[in-house]
């Protein structure tokens, strides 16, 4: 009797099993991006309160392996660790014991590896295709070859730089915040001047250089403006072009594809299109510019109907001409083609050049199309046309505008059509 009560007691009595542990858990990540070597601090829970064999992975690029961070601090709820080199955008994970977080997303910038040049913290100016760093922008420059690449990590550069017409790609580790990388104007001239070297003009063939995610400011002097380019043709996107004493940026006998970018508190036009140039300008935030003619964008001498200087979905307002042109100035025989602009809050201040407070068309053989445009609230204080004005002989074709609210006057000098004939 005793064995079996003996089995049946013991029976009852079995140790439970030991408890599972949760799973660690993220909360947040901050900040959420940033390039190799950034801290970045991880908050949430079930981390442990010692490191041990945990870890803490960042996405891979490609195929590869899961990248593992170091480790700055550990906690039950904290911890830090350093964006590693190798790792790309996507998923943050944290292992304790063998059990995954939640993922959660972290934008990675290009990556620089380790200097085989020269070494120190001031070494941010990399050309990935010689595998180099450099303590400036210009010698990294001075340096390169045609086809070559170069990314400047985040930081202020007191540069006036100079392209030596050299067909090459300068760009910031973060192209998508432009205000975290800075060249500032450090003397008279251009902050960024791209000229060609000989007399081979590039002007018609395809841009194969390009000037990417910079904050370009403070240009100074004679010809102070914060890109210049001659002869050349130059992909300029996605910068912020602002308080340059000459205008944003200026194209003569050259092409320019300008995209992307934020031109802003120049004093001079904020994109100047001259002298056989051609341009593709669009999607760009053109805004408080004060110029001569053409506060916003100004075109002279440039375009032909074959091939006319396109400005297309941009935002051009608040802009200032102290003569004609508030927001868009053609003229000196140009051929322009505005299309699905949004044209607003520009003034043109003197009659001298007719007005134009939106847009101004000016002399002879100067022609533009004008289409697919809102253009509102614009003034021409001492001339007509608060919206368009075309005048001195210029012709335009206008179809499929909403133009209204301008003063004087929605339009002078053309016939504006409700649509646009296919």
């Given at each position: 009797m005793s064995f079996f009560l003996l089995v049946f007691v013991s029976g009852c009595f079995q140790s439970p099993a030991p408890p599972q542990p949760a799973p660690p858990e993220i909360t947040s990540i901050s900040p959420d991006r940033g390039c190799a070597g950034r801290t970045v601090t991880i908050t949430g829970k079930n981390f442990g309160e010692a490191q041990g064999e945990s870890r803490v992975t960042f996405a891979p690029c490609g195929d590869h392996p899961r990248v593992e961070a170091e480790v700055l601090s550990w906690s039950d709820t904290v911890i830090e660790v350093k964006v590693p080199c190798g790792a790309c955008s996507g998923d943050v994970v944290v292992t304790v014991n063998g059990l995954d977080s939640n993922g959660v997303a972290f934008t990675v910038?290009?990556?620089?590896?380790?200097?085989?040049?020269?070494?120190?913290?001031?070494?941010?100016?990399y050309n990935t295709t010689q595998k180099k760093y450099y303590t400036t922008i210009q010698e990294a420059i001075d340096e390169a070859e045609e086809g070559d690449e170069i990314v400047v990590s985040p930081?202020?550069?007191?540069?006036?730089i100079d392209f030596n017409g050299k067909n090459i790609t300068l760009r910031s580790t973060d192209p998508d915040h432009p205000e975290r990388t800075v060249i500032e104007g450090s003397g008279e001239g251009?902050?960024?001047?791209?000229?060609?070297?000989?007399?081979?003009k590039l002007r018609d063939t395809?841009?194969?250089?390009?000037?990417?995610?910079?904050?370009?400011?403070?240009?100074?002097?004679?010809?102070?403006?914060g890109v210049y380019l001659e002869g050349v043709s130059l992909i300029i996107e996605q910068n912020i072009i602002t308080k340059n004493e000459d205008g944003g940026i200026y194209v003569e006998d050259g092409y320019a594809e300008i995209s992307g970018n934020t031109i802003t508190e120049n004093t001079g036009s904020g994109i100047a299109v001259t002298n056989g140039a051609s341009a593709y300008i669009h999607d760009n935030t053109i805004t408080g510019n004060t110029g001569g003619d053409g506060g916003g964008i100004y075109v002279s001498g440039s375009g032909t109907t074959e091939n006319p200087v396109r400005i297309s979905n941009n935002t051009i307002t608040g802009n200032t001409a102290g003569l004609g042109g508030g927001g868009i100035f053609v003229g000196g025989g140009s051929d322009a083609e505005i299309s699905g602009n949004t044209i607003t809050g520009n003034t043109a201040e003197s009659g001298q050049n007719n007005g134009g407070g939106g847009i101004l068309v000016f002399g002879s053989n100067s022609h533009a199309y004008i289409?697919?445009?809102?253009?509102?609230?614009?003034?021409?204080?001492?001339?007509?046309?608060?919206g368009i004005a075309v005048t001195g002989g210029a012709t335009a074709t206008c179809c499929g505008n909403i133009i209204e609210n301008n003063t004087p006057d929605d339009v002078s000098?053309?016939?504006?059509?409700?649509?646009?004939?296919s």
């Amino acid at each position: 009797m005793s064995f079996f009560l003996l089995v049946f007691v013991s029976g009852c009595f079995q140790s439970p099993a030991p408890p599972q542990p949760a799973p660690p858990e993220i909360t947040s990540i901050s900040p959420d991006r940033g390039c190799a070597g950034r801290t970045v601090t991880i908050t949430g829970k079930n981390f442990g309160e010692a490191q041990g064999e945990s870890r803490v992975t960042f996405a891979p690029c490609g195929d590869h392996p899961r990248v593992e961070a170091e480790v700055l601090s550990w906690s039950d709820t904290v911890i830090e660790v350093k964006v590693p080199c190798g790792a790309c955008s996507g998923d943050v994970v944290v292992t304790v014991n063998g059990l995954d977080s939640n993922g959660v997303a972290f934008t990675v910038c290009v990556c620089l590896p380790p200097p085989e040049l020269v070494s120190g913290p001031t070494d941010l100016v990399y050309n990935t295709t010689q595998k180099k760093y450099y303590t400036t922008i210009q010698e990294a420059i001075d340096e390169a070859e045609e086809g070559d690449e170069i990314v400047v990590s985040p930081g202020t550069y007191h540069e006036n730089i100079d392209f030596n017409g050299k067909n090459i790609t300068l760009r910031s580790t973060d192209p998508d915040h432009p205000e975290r990388t800075v060249i500032e104007g450090s003397g008279e001239g251009p902050v960024v001047t791209f000229v060609a070297e000989s007399e081979k003009k590039l002007r018609d063939t395809l841009p194969s250089a390009a000037l990417q995610g910079f904050t370009i400011q403070n240009a100074s002097g004679n010809n102070g403006v914060g890109v210049y380019l001659e002869g050349v043709s130059l992909i300029i996107e996605q910068n912020i072009i602002t308080k340059n004493e000459d205008g944003g940026i200026y194209v003569e006998d050259g092409y320019a594809e300008i995209s992307g970018n934020t031109i802003t508190e120049n004093t001079g036009s904020g994109i100047a299109v001259t002298n056989g140039a051609s341009a593709y300008i669009h999607d760009n935030t053109i805004t408080g510019n004060t110029g001569g003619d053409g506060g916003g964008i100004y075109v002279s001498g440039s375009g032909t109907t074959e091939n006319p200087v396109r400005i297309s979905n941009n935002t051009i307002t608040g802009n200032t001409a102290g003569l004609g042109g508030g927001g868009i100035f053609v003229g000196g025989g140009s051929d322009a083609e505005i299309s699905g602009n949004t044209i607003t809050g520009n003034t043109a201040e003197s009659g001298q050049n007719n007005g134009g407070g939106g847009i101004l068309v000016f002399g002879s053989n100067s022609h533009a199309y004008i289409s697919g445009n809102t253009i509102k609230n614009n003034q021409a204080s001492s001339g007509p046309g608060g919206g368009i004005a075309v005048t001195g002989g210029a012709t335009a074709t206008c179809c499929g505008n909403i133009i209204e609210n301008n003063t004087p006057d929605d339009v002078s000098g053309v016939t504006c059509d409700t649509g646009c004939a296919s």
